[in-house]
């Protein structure tokens, strides 16, 4: 149950971020591909600042492997991601605008998919598939910026997670080789600063501009 | 003898420059399915990797991918 009303949780969000930065934020559109232990908490954070619709894809279930990391409960397993992220970030703000893809993202479907974004979070696990993702933003939609990521597994080495502009269009964060092919293990802090570093990069393009 | 700048920096190719991105990806031992590759400002679709025909100084940026999330 909502404890605040539409108006009251802008209000909250107003007083704490100032009414130009709210409406920003609340006029924007951000694409996140893939709702794993990247996805599931950028999308987390975008809803907490109030950023006003969000555009999530996964085609994958809540497996028990993934509660180490990722932003979902005992109690999703086997639901789907796409829903059970519409159900978490909710729970956060019942107020944003969430529309969910229960689809495996193509060079074919991105295009239409992720259209209204202004921005799109890489969040995939596998590195091909990012690879797919970026060139495709980068090659078929020319007005939108792709946020990706790129080495995040293991432990330690926070400060190793950067975020670089790689061109005017693509941010990638991360450390950029510390990847799942060395067998490194995928652990919750490692993965939530870089999915740090991609909300903090999203929310800064939104406020200050491209 | 042709140069190509590669990520910053200059690689000679004496006589024997890749004929086109596909052969450069595999001299230097870069999978072609996890790097973007941009020339000179254009990002090349792997697709077209082995019709990207090379030439003396362009400048090249692999961006490479590695997995997790």
């Known amino acids: 149950m909502s404890k605040l009303t539409r108006q009251q949780f802008d209000e909250m969000l107003i007083e704490r971020h100032g009414a130009d930065v709210h409406k920003k ?10 709702l794993g232990g990247l996805g599931s908490n950028v999308a987390a954070a975008l809803v907490r600042m ?20 990722q932003n979902y409960r005992l109690d999703q397993l086997g639901c789907d991601k796409v829903q059970a992220t519409i159900e978490n970030l909710k729970s956060i703000n019942p107020y944003v605008r969430i529309d969910g893809f229960l689809t495996k993202l193509t060079g074919d479907n991105i295009p239409e998919i992720f259209r209204p974004c202004d921005i799109v979070a890489e ?24 946020v990706a990521a790129s080495g995040l597994a293991g432990y330690g080495r926070s400060n190793a997670i950067k975020t ?43 406020i200050d501009g491209f | 003898m042709a140069v190509l700048k590669i990520n910053g920096q200059a690689m000679d190719f004496a006589d024997d420059l890749p004929g086109n991105l596909a052969g450069l990806l595999e001299h230097l ?3 072609e399915a996890t790097v973007v590759a941009e020339i000179d400002g254009d990002i090349i679709s792997r697709s077209d990797f082995v019709e990207t ?3 003396d ?13």
Do not use: W, Y
């Open chain 1, 25 to 34: 934020l609340n006029a924007s559109t951000v694409g996140i591909a893939g």
């Open chain 1, 50 to 69: 109030g950023v006003g619709r969000l555009i999530i894809t996964d085609f994958d279930i809540v497996e028990p492997s993934n509660l180490n990391r």
């Open chain 1, 123 to 146: 969040c995939f696990d596998s590195a091909r598939a990012k690879q797919m993702l970026i060139e495709t933003v980068l090659t078929k939609m020319e007005d939108t910026i792709v």
């Open chain 1, 164 to 206: 670089e502009k790689i061109n005017s269009r693509l941010i990638i964060t991360g450390d950029r080789q510390s990847g799942i092919e060395k067998g490194l293990p995928l652990f919750a802090p490692r993965v939530t600063i870089a999915a740090g570093h991609q909300g903090n990069a999203i929310i800064e393009l939104i």
């Open chain 2, 29 to 31: 031992k870069v999978d």
């Open chain 2, 53 to 55: 025909v090379l030439a």
């Open chain 2, 57 to 69: 100084g362009q400048k090249i940026e692999l961006i490479k991918l590695v997995g997790g999330g």
